[in-house]
């Protein structure tokens, strides 16, 4: 049986746990919202890699997204990133074999424009260093990467998480190997924002972090498993009795056939005349 505890405050907001929300994709670590820097420009002519390091948590990490502004882009753009470990700390490079790839975007003719790498879930080890590395299929020196000199993570970033302060580059047209990186731009990082969620075990993901419910309205949210069942699994959400919260549906089945089709859940709050926030946990139980 799996325990995914959520806290929802009827009368005015509903909010979940914490480790209900640490299953909610979040920030991981990002320098978007540094000053940008000006002169040298980054184009995509050139392959480009940037360092990152994990945070300590045991259980790892799932990355789900790596968002890339650009100070220009064209529609034939052509970009594949993936995720590579460090080789070493004695010589700082990316490993050949990806631990995984992303889904690249639809690219457009556009000035100050990101765009979003999306994947289901890179595993990542806690405390290890790895990198983004950006491989252009062809020469696109129209399309401007943006940088920062600053070396600081933005407000939001999950503890211990870093990005590392010089960026790699090699011609678009070579390989990806140890040695092909000749380029180093020391004390600059690419502006990147990873998202993701930590990998706790519990079978349930949640798809909201918060959730506010006026009294006489109605919220919604989805659940999902994590992963795919042997059997049947059903799913029960207790906790609501006594409450000015009903909860439609508290139980459902996931098969493995639609085991990663969202079940969406309804949490209505009833008028009252209690003008305190209440607070109901609300426990799912999926067995």
Do not use: C
């Not at 940037?50 to 790892?60: P, Y």
């Not at 080789?87 to 990101?114: E, H, I, K, W």
């Not at 993570?153 to 302060?165: A, V």
Request: no cysteine; net charge negative.
């Amino acid at each position: 049986m799996f325990l995914a505890p959520l806290l929802a405050l009827p009368a005015l907001l509903a909010g979940w746990s914490s480790e209900a929300a640490a299953q909610t994709t979040r920030t991981l670590v990002s320098n978007v919202d540094q000053t940008t820097a000006t002169g040298v420009i980054r184009r995509l002519e050139n392959d480009y890699a940037q360092m990152f390091e994990t945070g300590s948590d045991s259980n790892g990490y799932l990355l789900t997204s790596v968002e890339i502004p650009f100070k220009q882009s064209r529609t034939d753009t052509a970009l594949n990133i993936s995720i590579h470990k460090n080789y070493s700390d004695a010589f700082q490079r990316p490993v050949v074999a990806a631990v995984g790839t992303l889904t690249s975007p639809t690219f457009v003719s556009a000035s100050d424009r990101g765009y979003t790498f999306t994947t289901s879930g890179i595993k990542l080890e806690p405390d290890t260093k790895y990198w983004v590395v950006l491989d252009s299929l062809f020469s696109r020196p129209d399309s401007h990467l943006t940088r920062t000199t600053s070396s600081d993570e933005d407000s939001g970033s999950l503890p211990d998480w870093k990005l590392g302060s010089a960026v790699l580059n090699k011609s678009h047209n070579t390989r990806l190997g140890l040695l092909d990186w000749g380029g180093i731009h020391s004390n600059e990082s690419l502006k990147i924002r990873l998202k993701g969620r930590i990998d706790y075990p519990e079978a349930l993901l949640l798809s909201e972090s918060a959730l506010t419910v006026a009294e006489g309205a109605s919220a919604t949210y989805t659940v999902q498993l994590k992963s795919q069942p042997s059997a049947n699994v059903d799913v029960t959400i207790s906790g609501q009795a006594g409450t000015d919260v009903t909860v439609q549906p508290s139980t459902f089945t996931f098969t493995p056939g639609n085991w990663n089709s969202a079940q969406t859940v309804t949490v209505k709050a009833a008028h009252d005349n209690n003008h305190n926030n209440e607070r109901v946990t609300l426990v799912h139980r999926a067995s």
